[in-house]
């Protein structure tokens, strides 16, 4: 069983920076593939990025290309996103997930571990 716990959200303004970690349980992180995704009320769940399982290959969306960073640390279990240059179309509900593979995926459907979520508003 793989337990994430995501945290580092908050309130910010436009143009400040936040980072998110998520920490995880269990021995199969580090041969995972990790991602970020967010989600609005209404709307589906959107990709965010992705890292490989030793940190070597990066995706991101399009709407946060350049501005988000995503990294990991297989020794402490942790994957994170530094997010830098805030908009107010960023605020959602941001989850970490582990990847079924150590490939990077896009789709949801390409994870099988979630977290529950932490809250990033920016105001603007």
């Known amino acids: 069983q793989v337990q994430l716990v995501e945290s580092g959200g908050g309130l910010v303004q436009a143009g400040e920076s936040l980072r998110l970690s998520c920490a995880a349980s269990g021995r199969t992180f580090s041969a995972s593939a990790m991602g970020w995704f967010r989600q609005t009320p209404g709307k589906e769940r959107e990709f965010v990025a992705t890292?490989?399982?030793?940190?070597?290959?990066?995706y991101y969306a399009d709407s946060v290309k350049g501005r988000f960073t995503i990294s990991r640390d297989n020794a402490k279990n942790t994957v994170y996103l530094q997010m830098n240059s805030l908009k107010p179309e960023d605020t959602a509900v941001y989850y970490c997930?582990?990847?079924?593979?150590?490939?990077?995926?896009?789709?949801?459907?390409?994870?099988?571990?979630w977290g529950q979520g932490t809250q990033v508003t920016v105001s603007s």
């Open positions: 890292i490989d399982w030793y940190g070597g290959n990066t």
């Open positions: 997930a582990k990847g079924r593979g150590g490939l990077p995926r896009q789709g949801p459907d390409g994870y099988d571990y």
